[in-house]
């Protein structure tokens, strides 16, 4: 199964302390808006959001059509049939994406100690 591009989506308390901190640290920032309490840091290929406010907890995240630098794959795995193979193998989801839908697409699971992973599509399904 090819998840797609793998980050972290730290949920932050203060986001200017968070993005100086994780800029001491190599990062810079690749996307996201600091106004509007997200941003997206990278260092080499390692990626992490930080988000104040959105989330209760950290996140696992796959991006489904996108490489390491946000650009779109011309073939990759779509997020529904991600999403179909876990049902299958019997993995209850928390969130599920719209089986029908074919564009950016999402859905979420919580691992055995309580962790979130999303799965979030930012690209239309391959055709």
């Not at 073939?75 to 193998?89: A, C, H, M, S, T």
């Not at 969130?95 to 239309?124: C, K, R, Y």
């Amino acid at each position: 199964m090819r998840l797609g591009n793998f980050s972290v989506s730290l949920a932050v308390k203060d986001i200017a302390a968070s993005r100086a901190f994780y800029e001491n640290l190599g990062f810079r920032q690749i996307g996201g808006n600091q106004a509007q309490n997200w941003l997206i840091l990278q260092s080499g290929t390692t990626t992490i959001g930080l988000f104040q406010g959105m989330f209760d907890s950290n996140i696992m995240t796959f991006n489904p059509g996108w490489d390491h630098t946000g650009s779109t794959l011309s073939e990759f795995e779509d997020v529904r049939d991600i999403q179909q193979r876990l049902k299958d193998r019997g993995i209850a989801l928390t969130t599920e994406a719209d089986a029908s839908s074919s564009g950016p697409a999402s859905f979420t699971l919580v691992d055995p100690d309580g962790n979130m992973i999303l799965f979030d599509q930012h690209v239309d399904k391959p055709r």
